[in-house]
């Protein structure tokens, strides 16, 4: 009975991840792996055309969102994340995360 008691105390349950989750770790191990040193948001217009709302270099990954913490302080819920590429400058010194949001 005691080696029962103690095989099931020693079990630990899987931890499950949302999509928006997820999203926030693949985003955050981006940041982390390429230096991304800029984030720059753009969302899809009515004339299905990408258009910039934000850029900063003071940003964070909060839970599901990307928090953009300049002057005045904004937020993007990732779950509404389409798609996102990296940009580079000719010498590395501007590591860009593009973030491209369909809403």
């Not at 999203?23 to 230096?35: G, L, M």
């Not at 299905?48 to 709302?53: G, I």
């Amino acid at each position: 009975m005691f080696i029962a008691f103690a095989l099931l105390l020693s079990c630990t349950e899987d931890e499950v991840y949302t999509d928006s989750e997820l999203v926030a770790q693949k985003i955050q191990s981006v940041i982390d792996q390429e230096n991304v040193t800029h984030v720059l948001i753009a969302r899809l217009n009515s004339n299905n055309s990408w258009f910039t709302v934000d850029s900063s270099t003071d940003f964070e990954i909060d839970g599901i969102f990307i928090r953009i913490n300049d002057n005045v302080p904004s937020s993007y819920n990732l779950d509404k994340l389409f798609e996102y590429e990296i940009r580079r400058n000719f010498d590395d010194t501007l590591i860009e995360l593009v973030l491209y949001f369909s809403i």
